[in-house]
């Protein structure tokens, strides 16, 4: 097996999805959690940003190339090649629908006042419950998102909507089908084993 080691800052972020499908598999690894030196760790990382995933030693960038990369060697991409573009296609809707919670409510200076009526006014009536109710009524009559085996985009909804509800907690009130899938992917041994012992963080 390569030797993996997986560099990120101390937070969930952009690494957690590659740690939990490292979780999923079993498969070990280094979690190199950058702390305090990051003017001198960016210069030895390609594109200067992180995650960085070092594969007996050859660095692999992006997030979700990562994520992907790693997802394989657990086995949660599928075989055919349509089912594996339907996990990427949602999980770059996913990653769409994070990235503008997180510029916009999580990381912006508004007050927070106004950053709940963002939330409650525009993003979760435009943007999160569409994509809610067409994933509530896919996943009302299959067991996982792409078939009947459990993939990384199963591993994706999982995490991105458990996040979300430390933000809206009632986010999943109306979408039965994907608290399911939520609470099925969370009540995994190797899932669980993972949530139990990884670093404590805020994001
Ligand atoms: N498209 C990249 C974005 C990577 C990115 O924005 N990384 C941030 C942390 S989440 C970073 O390295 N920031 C520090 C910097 O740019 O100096 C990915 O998905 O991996």
């Known amino acids: 097996m ?41 210069k030895e990382m390609p594109g200067g940003q992180v995650p960085v995933l070092m594969v007996n030693g ?56 106004e950053k709940q009526r963002l939330m409650k006014e525009e993003i979760l009536p435009n943007k999160i419950n569409p994509f809610l109710n067409r994933l509530n009524e896919r996943l009302s009559t299959r067991e996982w998102f792409i078939s009947d085996k459990i993939t990384w985009a199963d591993l994706n909804i999982a995490l991105s909507f458990a996040s979300l509800t430390s933000f809206v907690l009632d986010v999943l009130k109306d979408y039965p089908a994907v608290k399911k899938l939520v609470e099925k992917v969370h009540s995994l041994d190797s899932i669980k084993k993972w949530l139990s012992t990884r670093p404590v963080t805020e994001n």
């Open 58 to 113: 050859k660095p692999l960038s992006e997030s979700l190339a990562i994520a992907r990369y790693v997802a394989k060697q657990a086995g949660l991409v599928p075989e055919d090649d349509l089912e594996a573009a339907g996990c990427d296609a949602i999980v770059d809707a996913l990653q769409g629908i994070m990235a503008e919670v997180y510029q916009k409510v999580v990381r912006s200076n508004a007050e927070p006042a």
């Open 2 to 42: 390569p030797e993996y080691k997986l560099i990120y800052f101390n937070m969930k972020g952009r690494a957690e999805l590659a740690r939990w499908c490292f979780a999923y598999g079993g498969i070990p690894y280094i979690d190199d959690r950058i702390d305090g030196n990051w003017a001198e760790r960016k």
